[in-house]
């Protein structure tokens, strides 16, 4: 949800204001520089990955949990990460709909770059050989106890 904000690092501030002290808070979003879709050709490939970044008011919203936490005064306990992988042998079309869609309206690509995709995707899942993935990171923290 951090990623759909203007201004996660207040959001983060809220959570870490309300929170209790010695309370816990996971985090988990997406950072959409790490978007990856193939078979694409590179232009293609770049012009998606453009629209999947300027989707999300703060596409690196992902990596930057750990450091809105600090800053908002919590201890990181733990960081992780694990990338949300989609299946091989289903094109996950909603998403791959909009972002085609997105990039030939924005001029990046062109309605036959775009049908050429989604062919070339289902031609892939058909033989499961589809990829699409995006890293997803957390951190988990706490308030610290007043002394």
Request: proline share 5%; hydrophobic share 45%.
């Amino acid at each position: 949800m951090l990623q759909h904000l203007t201004d996660p690092a207040r959001a983060v501030a809220e959570i870490a204001r309300v929170l209790r002290p010695g309370g816990r808070v996971t985090l988990l979003d997406t950072d959409w520089a790490t978007f990856v879709l193939h078979p694409a050709s590179p232009v293609v490939r770049a012009a998606l990955a453009t629209v999947a970044q300027e989707t999300a008011a703060t596409p690196d919203a992902g990596r930057r949990l750990a450091e809105w936490s600090a800053d908002a005064g919590l201890t990181v306990d733990e960081t992780g990460s694990d990338v949300l992988l989609h299946d091989p042998r289903s094109v996950t079309w909603p998403l791959v709909h909009v972002l085609g869609g997105a990039a030939v309206e924005r001029g990046l690509i062109t309605g036959a770059q775009r049908d050429g995709l989604y062919g070339g995707l289902a031609s892939a899942a058909g033989r499961g050989a589809f990829h699409l993935s995006v890293t997803m990171f957390a951190v988990l923290a706490h308030r610290p106890r007043r002394r």
